[in-house]
């Protein structure tokens, strides 16, 4: 993207914001300031290869006709077609057996939906990016998928992998989730229908080999691997994430006065922890050296590369 800090800087702030850059810089100004010149992992995470191959598999899964053998089967060699393209290194639950099963596992579980898939041209995922009143600024995203439900009306689909056993405590926290709000924010845009509500369809890794064995002996699924819950949003909730999505914009765009992107105060974000992987750009932020007077090559690293490219994920869908 900026090869170069002043490339950055003349640039001036983003018009045009999604959940990634918002998060990334609430959790860590100088964070976003690394993430927005496009640094970017050399070797993108297993978990980020997972879930974006567990997503095609699911879009197979979902809009190809026929026979539940025929579903699963084609949904199976696309995803595990995406895991090899994509370069995926297995990596603790992140492998392509588990990816194969949990497929498989799933097809099981859901069979039949209530519900149909909306998925023009036979493709779930729907991007979008919509003024936010008031502002020159835009909000943007990818929504999985989004489904019909008679007797409801629309309802986003977030499919999530999760790292850990399925619970209720697990679940509670797609409550307080701004991307959800986002989500239903940006399929009320989108269609001009107030959405139902976003089905969180929720599919846990934590596949063990035992597991896997007692299915192929005796076809019993494994426990708390599928959960999905309802989340709703009000009007005072959606009128509340837009006032504090401005304000989170607001922040960003006052670091191109005052150039400053000051560190966060939480080292976990930077070092990590239980469940928590450490900064990409932790190495960085050790140096005694601002980042803006850095060169090129004191910025990349064995395990930092350029982006390339724009970032402009919500428009992927359109390639």
């Avoid at 936010?132 to 689909?157: H, K, M, N, Q, R």
């Avoid at 599919?203 to 309802?230: C, D, G, H, W, Y």
Wanted: charged share 25%; with cysteine.
């Amino acid at each position: 993207m900026f090869k170069t800090d002043e490339e950055m800087r003349s640039a001036g702030p983003p018009e045009r914001y999604d959940n990634t850059m918002l998060t990334t810089s609430d959790s860590c100004m100088r964070k976003f300031y690394f993430f927005w010149r496009g640094l970017d992992f050399k070797q993108k995470p297993s978990y980020f290869t997972f879930g974006s191959a567990w997503q095609r598999g699911q879009e197979v899964w979902y809009t190809t006709p026929g026979e539940i053998e025929d579903r699963l089967g084609a949904a199976i060699t696309a995803a595990e077609q995406y895991w090899e393209d994509d370069g995926g290194i297995e990596n603790n639950n992140d492998t392509k057996e588990n990816l194969k099963y949990l497929l498989m596992f799933y097809a099981i579980e859901y069979e039949t939906e209530s519900w149909q898939i909306i998925a023009p041209a036979g493709k779930m995922e729907l991007g979008f990016e919509f003024p936010i009143e008031g502002t020159p600024y835009y909000l943007c995203g990818a929504i999985d998928g989004y489904i019909s439900w008679p007797g409801y009306g629309l309802l986003v689909l977030e499919n999530k992998t999760a790292g850990v056993y399925l619970g209720d405590s697990y679940m509670s926290q797609w409550s307080f989730s701004p991307q959800v709000t986002q989500y239903f924010w940006g399929l009320g845009k989108a269609t001009g229908e107030e959405p139902f509500g976003v089905l969180m369809n929720i599919a846990s890794k934590k596949l063990t080999k035992k597991a896997i064995q007692e299915f192929k002996q005796n076809m019993v699924l494994p426990e708390n691997i599928f959960m999905r819950n309802l989340e709703k949003r009000s009007r005072f909730q959606i009128e509340e994430f837009e006032d504090h999505t401005i304000a989170a914009i607001r922040e960003i765009v006052r670091e191109w006065d005052r150039w400053l992107w000051p560190k966060t105060k939480d080292h976990m974000q930077c070092s990590g922890g239980i469940g928590k992987s450490p900064c990409l750009f932790k190495r960085l932020c050790l140096a005694d050296i601002h980042p803006w007077e850095m060169e090129e090559q004191e910025l990349l690293g064995p395990e930092i590369k350029w982006r390339g490219e724009k970032w402009e994920p919500w428009k992927r869908g359109e390639k």
